[in-house]
């Protein structure tokens, strides 16, 4: 099983940008279609991007579609989530997993500690 490292969130004002990685171990990394998740307070954990083995295919939740990037380096087995327009509703922790484009659900059952996105109004 891949271990995963989450790095890069913070504090932003709303229409701001901010760049996620996730950090993979193990040569297994291209072995897996990957996904990034957040968790807002009291709320469940959502999908937000996913992206195939090779990087071509990638797909959206419908509220970061057109704002949020995935694109993934497999030399440096590392995924990004690009946030650009950020608004206070994006405000979670978010947490990347490898991922089922079938139904976007998570495929390892153990998570890292997620980054945390804070965006004020």
């Known amino acids: 099983q891949v271990q995963l490292v989450e790095s890069g969130g913070g504090l932003v004002q709303a229409g701001g940008s901010l760049r996620l990685s996730c950090a993979a171990s193990g040569r297994t990394f291209t072995s897996y279609a990957m996904g990034w998740f957040r968790q807002a307070p009291g709320k469940e954990r959502d999908f937000v991007a996913a992206i195939s083995r090779s990087g071509i295919s990638t797909d959206y939740s419908d509220s970061v579609k057109g704002r949020f990037t995935i694109s993934r380096d497999n030399a440096k087995n590392t995924v990004y989530l690009q946030m650009d327009s950020l608004k206070p509703e994006d405000t979670a922790v978010y947490y990347c997993?490898?991922?089922?484009?079938?139904?976007?659900?998570?495929?390892?059952?153990?998570w890292g500690q997620g980054t945390q996105v804070t965006v004020s109004s």
């Open positions: 997993n490898a991922i089922r484009f079938t139904d976007y659900s998570n495929l390892f059952n153990s």
